[in-house]
Nanobody, 120 residues
Framework: QVRLVESGGGLAQPGGSLRLSCTPS????????IGWYRQPPGSQRALVAT???????TYADSVKGRFGISRDDHDNVVHLPMDNLKLEDSAVYYC??????????????WGQGTQVTVPS
């Protein structure tokens, strides 16, 4: 059973920063890819960033230059530092993952999500 726990969400002013963390129940080395998705109210879930086992990263155009994704092997966690936050960054942020041994669907495992709110 794979569990993913997101943390670090909260309230941040426009232009402010937050750092989200995703802690898996298994070693990060177990995973082929770990990502971050977000879902604003009334909208579909959308990609934010991903990091693969060999540390290749991808970002949505809307967050390039503002968000980073990194993997801390020592602490077994994937971070998503977010800078220069905008109103449109408000969403529930989810951490999905796929292990090397998983086949089929891209992300079989999802966390429960953490809320990020950037007030107007």
């Amino acid at each position: 059973q794979v569990r993913l726990v997101e943390s670090g969400g909260g309230l941040a002013q426009p232009g402010g920063s937050l750092r989200l963390s995703c802690t898996p129940s298994q070693s990060v080395y177990t995973f082929y890819v770990i990502g971050w998705y977000r879902q604003p109210p009334g909208s579909q879930r959308a990609l934010v960033a991903t990091i693969t086992h060999d540390r290749k990263t991808t970002y949505a155009d809307s967050v390039k230059g503002r968000f980073g994704i990194s993997r801390d092997d020592h602490d077994n966690v994937v971070h998503l530092p977010m800078d220069n936050l905008k109103l449109e960054d408000s969403a529930v942020y989810y951490c999905p993952a796929k292990r090397h041994i998983d086949s089929g669907v891209l992300y079989p495992y999802w966390g429960q999500g953490t809320q990020v709110t950037v007030p107007s």
